[in-house]
């Protein structure tokens, strides 16, 4: 990632990424690792069903922001793409 941001760079433009750090792909390595994470319906028909983060016709996994791993987590991916990667612009979505 860091030298397509170098490259972005070059060509006198602004790198930017789309992240959706509180949401997770249902099938990802996220979602399958970190059961946890993932916020789950408590009552009614969908009790202990996953919650649906998304809008756009996709299923992603709804992370639960107050639990302290999730946190971390976040704080991670986006450290890394503004201080290893060198991403100046960023785009949050699904929070």
Not at 40 to 68: E, Q, W
């Amino acid at each position: 990632m860091r030298d397509l941001v170098t490259k972005i760079c070059r060509e006198g433009l602004l790198p930017g990424l789309w992240m959706a750090p509180f949401a997770a792909d249902q099938w990802s390595q996220t979602s399958k690792t970190n059961q946890s994470w993932i916020l789950r319906y408590k009552k009614g028909i969908k009790t202990g069903r996953p919650m649906n983060s998304a809008n756009c016709g996709k299923f992603f996994h709804c992370l639960d922001v107050t639990n302290p791993e999730v946190q971390e987590y976040v704080r991670k991916c986006i450290s890394t793409a503004v201080s290893k990667w060198k991403f100046r612009y960023l785009k949050l979505d699904f929070l």
